[in-house]
């Protein structure tokens, strides 16, 4: 069977992981690369091998050898590029956040339903066979009716300096736990409560505590800080917690599933998401773009994470942040 030839609109960090996910998938060919900065575009090109090389993404989308394209531009600029690519028949593997307006994702919603290629949205933790493994604990009715769901997701301040200045720690990783919790329920939230603290004087502030009241009668508390300590031995701190009427699930992910102790100290590197294995990119992002290349392959529209249930994510995630603003609740 012949691959699915992708391009990568976006080359920062993640889009370069996205790059080493693709070339770890046998479905798909990593076959053009675009972004702006021509130097990173020919640094990348040299290392992935990639000739089709571009600084308009227009251009890569008038290429009618290129079957499918993966959109990680920052949050508020996946609204063009997404719709183009799907008038242009490419199928699109679109970052989370969906984008940055709720009126975006409902563009991009009404223009996926009726486009030829087909649209996945990248929630990776839904490809994490732990949080994977609840929703179907869950589903089966092993806890009973979920009541109440809590979740810590917390990183180093040396990740994020340059990010708080583009997106903040609500959108930009909270929203894994919303779009979870929505998965877990299948409700929808009513109501959003937010608490924010600010540390580095950043565009967005450090730290975020948020709650939200579901439609089932559910309830969540959400703690994402992006200002561990520097010497913080673990790339991320995730944990949740589901109780239900009838029993609770507890997840632990990255620490500490894994310790190593060398002369330089402790550190629990990740083992879920992006992992180097065997010599290539391993974990859930891998698992995700083999999903979505099936997909492609297929002709079958993603029934994993739906376009509409991002937007869902997006929506109360973007009232989490209002009523951090405001300091009120905000009803959905």
Request: hydrophobic fraction near 40%; charge should be negative.
């Amino acid at each position: 069977m012949s691959k699915i030839r992708i391009g990568v609109i976006g080359l920062g960090w993640f889009g370069e992981i996205h790059c080493d996910a693709i070339k770890a998938n046998p479905a798909l060919e990593l076959a053009a690369l675009c972004t702006r900065t021509q130097s990173r575009l020919e640094d990348l090109g040299r290392k992935y091998d990639v000739t089709k090389l571009h600084t308009d993404y227009h251009d890569l989308l008038a290429d009618p050898d290129i079957d499918a394209v993966s959109i990680v531009t920052m949050w508020d600029q996946h609204a063009d590029p997404t719709l183009a690519a799907l008038d242009a028949g490419k199928h699109v593997f679109l970052e989370k956040p969906m984008a940055h307006t709720v009126a975006d994702c409902q563009r991009i919603c009404d223009a996926a339903a009726s486009a030829r290629g087909i649209l996945m949205i990248g929630h990776i933790c839904r490809f994490n066979p732990r949080y994977a493994t609840a929703r179907e604990q869950i589903a089966g009715g092993a806890i009973g009716k979920v009541l109440s769901m809590s979740s810590r997701r917390n990183i180093p301040a040396a990740w994020t300096p340059e990010i708080l200045n583009k997106i903040g720690p609500i959108i930009g990783d909270a929203i894994h736990d919303t779009d979870l919790m929505l998965w877990f329920t299948g409700a929808r939230v009513v109501s959003a409560y937010a608490q924010t603290v600010d540390l580095r004087g950043k565009k967005y502030p450090d730290i975020a505590q948020t709650m939200y009241r579901f439609d089932n009668g559910a309830t969540a508390t959400l703690e994402t800080v992006w200002c561990m300590p520097d010497k913080t031995p673990f790339d991320i701190d995730e944990r949740m917690s589901i109780i239900g009427t009838d029993g609770f699930i507890h997840i632990q992910d990255t620490f500490p599933n894994i310790g190593i102790v060398t002369k330089d100290g402790f550190r629990s590197p990740d083992t879920t998401y992006w992992p180097q294995l065997h010599g290539r990119l391993g974990g859930a992002l891998r698992d995700e773009f083999a999903y979505f290349a099936e997909c492609c392959a297929t002709g079958t529209r993603p029934t994993i994470i739906t376009p509409e249930e991002s937007m869902r994510a997006v929506e109360a995630g973007l009232a989490a942040e209002e009523s951090a603003s405001s300091g009120e609740v905000v009803h959905l």
